[in-house]
């Protein structure tokens, strides 16, 4: 397992942007973003594996973009766009393996998260 700790959330308008950073205390190549709502599921993101594989969810894709330094371990969101309906706690994750992952099982690591709040 790695460490991981998130950092960017905040307050912001509909319409607006913000970047997420997530420092990871190890290398992983296969890192991604997860984002849980108060009273429902953690829900995949955005995530990269080894070199340019990239996926996203649908509600996201077009918006948002994962990037990382893979010299510096660490990883990204870039989120345009912003809607209401994005405020979530934001998770990023880590797992063995170089493939791009998109369901939460097959993460062994997570940062604490941190809050992205969208107003209308």
């Known amino acids: 397992q790695v460490h991981l700790v998130e950092s960017g959330g905040g307050l912001v308008q509909a319409g607006g942007s913000l970047t997420l950073s997530c420092a990871a205390s190890?290398?992983?190549?296969?890192m991604g973003w997860f984002r849980q709502a108060p009273g429902k599921e953690r829900n995949f993101v955005a995530a990269v594996g080894w070199g340019p594989n990239e996926e996203y969810s649908d509600t996201v894709k077009g918006r948002f973009a994962i990037s990382r330094d893979i010299t510096k371990n660490t990883l990204a969101l870039h989120m345009n766009s912003l809607k209401p309906d994005d405020t979530a706690v934001y998770f990023c994750?880590?797992?063995?393996?170089?493939?791009?992952?998109?369901?939460?099982?097959?993460?062994?690591?997570w940062g604490r998260g941190t809050q992205v709040t969208v107003s209308s």
């Open positions: 190890g290398r992983r190549f296969a």
């Open positions: 994750a880590a797992a063995e393996g170089m493939a791009v992952r998109s369901i939460a099982a097959q993460y062994d690591s």
